[in-house]
């Protein structure tokens, strides 16, 4: 379907080129030919419109998809040319027929007859799938469908006089522009919801499972005799462990999938982090900073892993998480009063390089400040909103 979309579109826009604001440039109407090409060019996008919604197969080599969308636009605009300089219809009543003007009014009856076919179309496909860009796709085409009708009942061929249906093509490609939008920023979450997810996945499979194994390592040893009061206190150590990561866990996906909105997430981890008093944390979000679905992901996992390592590895008392403006950019920082560490050691750590991933994944720009006894900073300044 997104081919049959890519095709249609394409054809549309490079035959308007091509026969009809190419010649506008000119400063010249538009010849008999580069209108009826206009008019034939038309027709078959919105013949490629309509039977796109009823097409359900996945292609696989899009590459050679898309070359071969392009190659047969190239066909259809060079078989619109060939034969409309081969008929040589001249426009409507210039020689006092009607001929030329009643085929015109066919044409536009036939593309009004396929818009009806998309706009059902894509209707049936977003009360079936609830997609929202077939019900932007819907939306746009009937617009589409009521300037054809215009065309029907008042058929015109090469003016260059505005009408209300050139009013309602325009709504119609805002609409659509729209509505594509929507759906490339839903497809950009959605991928960013799973890649999260699998990230997270990682995480049980490197943390929490770690744990239970460890419980069960332990479990194991009682039951063969060792000593509990040896035993009893990793076996103690282990399950809170296991609690913490289960917790870290869901809130990462709660806030990865949208369930959750990102500030409640983060305050939640937050209070989920310092419960046992090792770490005090001031958090401080200004509510004028805005982040996008992708934003929000990544932050979250950088501050997790900011607070993270100044739990595990810094000895930290205290950290301060801060995300707001400055100098007209949003800024992510995450300050600890930790031992720090030598700047030539920031390439060792996994923690380090995995929270500059995730900045450079949402273009935002990272910096590390550290020095020993000193604690360690850390500053995420996002893309221009």
């Given at each position: 379907?997104d081919a049959?979309?890519a095709?249609?579109?394409?054809?549309?826009?490079?035959g308007a080129?091509l026969?009809?604001?190419?010649p506008?440039?000119?400063?010249?109407?538009?010849?008999d030919?580069?209108?009826?090409?206009?008019v034939?060019?038309?027709l078959?996008?919105t013949?490629l419109?309509?039977?796109a919604?009823?097409?359900?197969?996945?292609?696989?080599m899009?590459?050679?998809?898309?070359?071969t969308v392009?190659?047969?636009?190239?066909?259809?605009?060079?078989?619109?040319w060939?034969?409309?300089?081969?008929l040589?219809?001249?426009?409507?009543g210039e020689?006092?027929?009607?001929?030329a003007?009643?085929?015109?009014?066919?044409?536009a009856?036939?593309?009004?007859?396929?818009?009806?076919?998309?706009?059902?179309?894509?209707?049936?496909?977003?009360r079936?799938?609830a997609?929202?860009l077939?019900?932007w796709?819907?939306?746009?085409?009937t617009?589409?469908l009521f300037?054809?009708?215009q065309?029907v009942?008042?058929?015109?061929?090469?003016?260059?006089?505005?009408?209300q249906?050139?009013?309602l093509?325009l709504?119609?490609n805002g609409?659509?522009?729209v509505?594509?939008?929507?759906?490339i920023?839903?497809?950009?979450f959605?991928?960013?919801?799973?890649?999260?997810?699998a990230?997270v996945?990682?995480?049980?499979?490197?943390?929490?499972a770690?744990?239970?194994?460890?419980i069960?390592t332990h479990?194991t040893?009682?039951?063969?005799g060792?000593?509990?009061?040896?035993?009893?206190p990793?076996l103690?150590?282990?399950?809170?462990?296991?609690?913490?990561?289960a917790?870290?866990?869901?809130?990462?996906?709660?806030?990865?999938?949208g369930?959750?909105?990102?500030?409640?997430?983060?305050?939640?981890?937050v209070e989920?982090?310092t419960?046992?008093g090792?770490?005090?944390?001031?958090?401080e979000?200004?509510?004028?900073?805005r982040?996008?679905?992708?934003?929000q992901i990544?932050v979250f996992?950088?501050?997790q892993?900011g607070l993270?390592?100044?739990?595990?590895?810094?000895d930290?008392?205290?950290?301060?998480?801060?995300?707001?403006?400055r100098?007209?950019?949003?800024?992510?920082?995450?300050r600890d009063?930790?031992?720090?560490?030598e700047?030539?050691s920031?390439?060792a750590g996994?923690?380090?390089?995995?929270?500059?991933?995730?900045?450079e994944?949402?273009e935002?720009?990272?910096?590390l400040?550290?020095?020993p006894?000193?604690?360690?900073?850390?500053?995420v300044v996002?893309r221009?909103?």
């Amino acid at each position: 379907m997104d081919a049959l979309l890519a095709g249609a579109f394409l054809a549309s826009a490079i035959g308007a080129v091509l026969f009809d604001v190419g010649p506008a440039l000119d400063g010249g109407q538009p010849s008999d030919w580069q209108a009826w090409a206009w008019v034939g060019t038309s027709l078959a996008a919105t013949g490629l419109l309509a039977v796109a919604p009823f097409t359900s197969r996945r292609l696989a080599m899009r590459r050679s998809v898309l070359a071969t969308v392009w190659l047969g636009v190239g066909l259809v605009l060079c078989g619109m040319w060939l034969v409309v300089r081969a008929l040589d219809v001249g426009s409507p009543g210039e020689d006092g027929s009607s001929v030329a003007e009643s085929a015109l009014a066919v044409a536009a009856a036939a593309q009004a007859a396929l818009a009806v076919f998309a706009v059902v179309g894509f209707g049936l496909r977003y009360r079936r799938y609830a997609r929202d860009l077939d019900s932007w796709l819907a939306l746009a085409l009937t617009l589409v469908l009521f300037a054809d009708l215009q065309s029907v009942l008042a058929p015109d061929l090469g003016t260059r006089e505005l009408l209300q249906g050139d009013f309602l093509r325009l709504l119609a490609n805002g609409v659509l522009l729209v509505g594509v939008w929507r759906a490339i920023s839903d497809a950009e979450f959605g991928r960013a919801v799973a890649d999260e997810r699998a990230r997270v996945a990682q995480d049980i499979h490197d943390g929490l499972a770690q744990y239970l194994f460890a419980i069960s390592t332990h479990i194991t040893m009682l039951e063969q005799g060792a000593s509990l009061d040896q035993t009893l206190p990793k076996l103690k150590q282990a399950a809170t462990g296991a609690q913490h990561e289960a917790r870290y866990a869901v809130l990462a996906l709660s806030s990865a999938g949208g369930v959750a909105p990102f500030d409640a997430a983060l305050r939640r981890y937050v209070e989920v982090l310092t419960a046992d008093g090792a770490l005090d944390v001031s958090l401080e979000i200004d509510p004028g900073v805005r982040l996008a679905p992708d934003e929000q992901i990544e932050v979250f996992r950088i501050v997790q892993e900011g607070l993270a390592n100044a739990r595990r590895h810094a000895d930290a008392q205290q950290a301060w998480v801060r995300i707001g403006w400055r100098a007209g950019r949003r800024v992510v920082s995450v300050r600890d009063d930790g031992i720090g560490f030598e700047g030539g050691s920031v390439g060792a750590g996994q923690g380090l390089k995995s929270m500059r991933r995730r900045a450079e994944a949402i273009e935002g720009g990272f910096s590390l400040r550290s020095s020993p006894e000193e604690g360690t900073a850390i500053e995420v300044v996002l893309r221009a909103a």
